[in-house]
């Protein structure tokens, strides 16, 4: 069963634009977490946000979550050939004994 | 640190044959993960371990796959009979501890073909 799902599916923007991805949720959740999967490689961990914090930063990287909507979004600035991957957003349900439930992922393009 | 290993990198099998995948988690990590992850979908949850123990296995086809992770460390995923359907990447995750606060180390998968 799914419980975060990213919007867009797909984004190609130019390098040095900012991406933007989202992620929705149906039930209260303990945190949230971003993860980045180049092409052919596993998954690899960028942030963590916890249901009670709203803003994160890390590098480039910027989450928000908005536990009302029940949304988070990923925005990367200046984004650059290397950021080009699926980025999927991963939920810890408060509803399901903590189990962490993977989105279908935003497929990210960046173009020279 | 060393990451998290996995082989084969690549399977190719017919139908109804058994294939069997290997995971070395990050040294320390006291939690396992296995993954199925379909084409464009994000990795659906088979099993976890917590050490040698298994803490949730609730979307593990129990009547073709199995795991076990002997003395708490090394992992095998093992599908007998495959099917079709099977056909899909296999990845392991490993954590310090359980719960969802910790962030997973994944490693490259195995990516299985059926014929």
């Known amino acids: 069963s799914q419980q975060g799902e990213e919007d867009p599916q797909a984004l190609s923007i130019q390098e040095g634009e900012n991406a933007t991805m989202n992620c929705s949720y149906k039930?209260?959740?303990?945190?949230l977490q971003w993860y980045r999967q180049n092409s052919g490689r596993g998954l690899v961990h960028l942030i963590l946000?916890?249901?009670?914090?709203r803003e994160k930063h890390s590098g480039r990287l910027r989450v928000t979550l908005d536990t009302s909507k029940k949304s988070s979004s990923l925005l990367i600035t200046a984004s650059r050939a290397a950021d080009t991957a699926s980025y999927f957003c991963?939920?810890?349900?408060?509803?399901?004994?903590?189990?962490?439930?993977f989105g279908k992922g935003t497929r990210l393009h960046i173009l020279p | 640190e060393a990451g998290v290993a996995q082989s084969p990198r690549y399977k190719i099998i017919e139908k109804r044959q058994s294939v069997a995948f290997w995971c070395n988690p990050i040294s320390g990590h006291a939690t396992l993960y296995w993954y199925q992850q379909i084409l464009g979908q994000g990795p659906k949850l088979l099993i976890q371990f917590q050490n040698n123990g298994v803490v949730d296995d609730s979307q593990l086809p129990k009547d073709r796959f199995s795991a076990e992770r002997l003395k708490g460390v090394d992992s095998t995923l093992k599908i007998q009979p495959a099917k079709l359907e099977d056909s899909a990447v296999y990845l392991c995750?490993?954590?310090?501890?359980?719960?969802?606060?910790?962030?997973?180390?994944f490693g490259d998968g195995t990516r299985l073909s059926i014929l």
């Open positions: 946000i916890r249901s009670n914090e």
């Open positions: 991963a939920t810890a349900s408060m509803n399901r004994d903590d189990k962490i439930i």
């Open positions: 039930t209260s959740i303990n945190n």
């Open positions: 995750a490993s954590s310090l501890a359980g719960g969802s606060g910790q962030p997973q180390h």
